[in-house]
């Protein structure tokens, strides 16, 4: 196996052996960069495509200003396209996490009162590293389920859209919608509610009216999908994760107005009368899904709910979290959801029910996502389906998921590659050294 480095030296390297002065950028060591401009032929030595049951061997993909033109055996690169030889690689599609926090990260968990001094500025550049290291794990497209400061990870995606900051593409719900003292809002211990500062409460509302125009702020302000907190939450105080915290009326107030703009809702929701409220509301996803029963399950089957189940970070946080000293309700809520929400994931799959890759990072350290495969394979996915749950299926519950999730013609460039074959072993997946994203490499293997 050749050997593993991020971008920097080695792209440097690549880039002054391969380019010319007046030739486009194609291989990105950092911002700025145009978003999708990339033009590169990858010659893989097995392709993952998303799509297909099995992977097939000596495949080459080609991108073309930023877009995927062909696949096949042999391609010809166009005059002046750079190849990437990625013969002892396989080559999937860029990976999607449906669940992160990417301007937010473990630190702050046991003390959350430090979201009441932070600015926006110092929030953003805690986060832009967090970012870079999400899409060099592998992950080119996230959806970014939260944030307490309202609004930041708009800021984020915006940026990265402009190739100012390097991370994924990002969908981002611009707040939490959640009751006064749920599992979105940041009541704390011994502290007045008039002393939260509204940028961290845009979200907080009562009543199916309140609910309704919070929907349309987020929406109005540019949110790719709206995120309800349904019931308690795990790593908040107060919350009891059983237990319901918004009315099916509330929940049903929210999908309407996401409906008509085309925004997708996702519910947090532990509980299993919460799960099922919110896919009788007309949610399209549903976050961690710890206790869902087997009616839950099959509301989930009928209605094509996909179940963003975040069956990794209970490990993480048993162990991590405890020693960092995180405050012992949420250590004990933890320990309480962990191992059901396993055994529940398992009779979800083996039922049939939609599945996506949502990993809750920021909960542990970024970077750490592509973890979570081995859980999903160890209880009960075959590689290939925890694969497609992290590409064309969680892309099918995105706002334009259609453009990526696979490796066919007409999608957007996003690319990774892995030495070895993820199918024998799905660990393989924890060391990508291959992350094209709209045809730019912004990293890859070693020359040596
Ligand atoms: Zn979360």
């Given at each position: 196996m050749k050997k593993q480095i991020a971008i920097g030296l080695s792209l440097a390297l690549l880039w002054i052996a391969s380019a010319c002065a007046s030739a486009p950028t194609t291989f990105v060591t950092d911002a700025p960069f145009k978003p999708n401009s990339g033009n590169i032929l990858l010659r893989c030595g097995a392709l993952i495509d998303g799509i297909n049951e099995h992977a097939r061997p000596q495949q080459d993909v080609l991108i073309q200003d930023g877009v995927i033109t062909a696949t096949g055996t042999r391609l010809t690169a166009p005059a002046g396209t750079k190849v990437l030889d990625l013969a002892d690689h396989t080559c999937l599609p860029g990976l999607i996490d449906m669940h992160t926090h990417v301007v937010e990260s473990q630190q702050d968990t046991n003390d959350l009162y430090i979201y009441l001094t932070r600015n926006e500025t110092e929030t953003l550049d805690l986060a832009r590293p967090l970012a870079r290291k999400t899409l060099l794990a592998g992950f080119t497209s996230v959806r970014n389920v939260g944030v307490y400061y309202g609004w930041t990870s708009r800021s984020l995606r915006d940026e990265i859209n402009r190739g100012v900051t390097v991370g994924p593409r990002m969908d981002v719900a611009g707040f939490y919608l959640t009751i006064?003292?749920?599992?979105?809002?940041?009541?704390?211990?011994?502290?007045?509610?008039?002393?939260?500062?509204a940028h961290l409460r845009l979200g907080v509302a009562r009543g199916a009216d309140q609910f309704r125009q919070k929907a349309r702020e987020a929406i109005e302000g540019g949110a790719d999908v709206i995120k309800v907190i349904a019931s308690g939450a795990v790593l908040a105080y107060g919350g009891v994760p059983g237990a319901p915290e918004m009315t099916p009326e509330e929940l049903r107030a929210v999908v309407e107005v996401a409906n008509k703009a085309g925004v997708p809702v996702t519910a947090h929701a532990h509980g299993a009368q919460s799960i099922k409220d919110a896919i009788l509301a007309g949610v399209t996803t549903i976050e961690h899904a710890s206790l869902i029963d087997d009616e839950g399950i099959r509301l989930a089957i009928e209605h094509n709910v996909g179940l963003s189940m975040d069956v990794f970070n209970g490990d993480w946080i048993a162990t991590e979290g405890r020693r960092m000293q995180w405050p012992e309700e949420f250590l004990r809520k933890n320990d309480e959801t962990t191992l059901i929400q396993r055994q529940n994931f398992r009779k979800a799959h083996a039922a049939g029910a939609p599945i996506v890759f949502g990993s809750d990072s920021g909960v542990y350290p970024h970077g750490m996502n592509p973890r979570q495969f081995s859980y999903m394979v160890e209880w009960g996915m075959s590689p290939m389906e925890a694969i497609k749950a992290a590409t064309s299926i969680a892309a099918s519950y995105?706002?334009?998921?259609?453009?990526?999730?696979a490796i066919e013609?007409?999608?957007?460039g996003d690319v990774i590659a892995v030495a070895g074959d993820p199918l024998r072993d799905i660990s393989v997946l924890q060391h990508v050294d291959t992350v094209v994203m709209g045809g730019l490499v912004f990293k890859a293997p070693a020359t040596d």
């Open positions: 006064p003292g749920g599992g979105g809002d940041l009541l704390l211990p011994d502290l007045a509610e008039s002393d939260i500062p995105l706002k334009n998921g259609a453009r990526v999730g013609r007409g999608r957007l």
